[in-house]
C-alpha cells in the first residue's frame, strides 16, 4: 500500500526566510509519480510540480525548489524567501501508474498536508 | 477556456436523498479525477477515468458512482447520502499522452462542492 507522511502539521516562518517542507513516502512500485499542490485560504488547489520516480534531478521555479531522493523515499519542496502569499496548505501525493498505461498516473495518495503560516 | 467546473459549489441534503455533482472540462484532457477532502486532511480519490467509457475505483469509492459517456463530462453520483459524505468534493482533469518527466502534465483542479449531509 502506498502512503505519504508529511510530518510537519504547521510551519510558522517571517517573511523572506527559507522553508522547507518534507514529504516522505512509501511505495513498492519501481514506477510512481509524486506531486506537490498548494492550497490558499481560499480552498481551491493548485498543481505545482510532478515527477516521475526515474526523474531525480533537483528542480527550480523561482522561489520554488524541489529534491527528490529517491534513497530516502523523500520530495522535499523549499521556498526560498518566503513570502506573506505563500501562507497555504501543502500536500505532497504519490500515484502509481496506471494499469492500462504505464506512462501516466493511476490511483494517488495523498499527505494530509502542512499547514505554512508566513508573518510580515 | 473555463477549465474545470464544478457544479453546484455548495449543496445540503438529507440523509438518504441522492444528488448529482456535476463536473465538465472544455480542455479535450483524457484524464479526469474524483477526490474528496475531509477538514483538516488531504485528499481520498474516489473514482478516476482515463477516458471515455472507461472509468476505476480510486481509494474511497463506496457510496459512490460515476461515468463518462463523454470526454468533457464526469459526474459524481450520491446515491443514498450518508452523514459521513459530507466534505468537499473537488474534480480534476489531466491530459495523458507520451511518457513525459519533469513537471509538465499538470492536473487542473475545479473550485470544489461544498456537501453538508444533515
Known amino acids: 500500500a502506498q502512503k505519504v507522511t508529511q510530518a510537519q502539521t504547521e510551519i510558522s516562518v517571517v517573511e523572506k526566510e527559507d522553508v522547507t517542507l518534507d514529504c516522505v513516502y512509501e511505495?513498492?512500485?519501481?514506477?510512481?509519480?509524486l506531486f506537490w499542490y498548494k492550497q490558499p485560504p481560499s480552498g481551491e488547489l493548485v498543481f505545482l510540480i510532478r515527477r516521475n520516480s526515474f526523474d531525480e534531478q533537483n528542480e527550480i521555479s523561482g522561489r520554488y525548489s524541489w529534491n527528490f531522493q529517491k534513497s530516502t523515499s523523500s520530495f522535499n519542496f523549499t521556498i526560498t524567501a518566503s513570502q506573506v502569499v505563500d501562507s497555504a496548505v501543502y500536500f505532497c501525493a504519490l500515484s502509481d501508474v496506471h494499469p492500462g498505461d504505464n506512462t501516466n498516473a493511476g490511483k494517488s495518495t495523498f499527505g494530509d498536508g502542512t499547514t505554512l503560516t508566513v508573518k510580515p | 477556456n473555463a477549465g474545470v467546473t464544478q457544479t453546484p459549489k455548495f449543496r445540503i441534503l438529507k440523509i438518504g436523498q441522492s444528488m448529482t455533482l456535476q463536473c465538465t472540462q472544455d480542455m479535450n484532457h483524457n484524464y479526469m479525477y474524483w477526490y474528496r477532502q475531509d477538514p483538516g486532511m488531504g485528499l481520498k480519490l474516489i473514482y478516476y477515468s482515463v477516458g471515455a467509457g472507461i472509468t476505476d475505483k480510486g481509494e474511497v469509492p463506496n457510496g459512490y458512482n460515476v461515468s463518462r459517456s463523454t470526454t468533457e463530462d464526469f459526474p459524481l453520483r450520491l446515491e443514498l447520502a450518508a452523514p459521513s459524505q459530507t466534505s468537499v468534493y473537488f474534480c480534476?482533469?489531466?491530459?495523458?499522452?507520451?511518457?513525459?518527466?519533469?513537471?509538465?502534465?499538470?492536473?487542473?483542479f475545479g473550485d470544489g462542492t461544498r456537501l453538508s449531509i444533515l
Open positions: 511505495t513498492r512500485d519501481t514506477t510512481y509519480y
Open positions: 480534476a482533469s489531466s491530459y495523458a499522452g507520451r511518457w513525459a518527466t519533469g513537471s509538465n502534465q499538470p492536473q487542473h
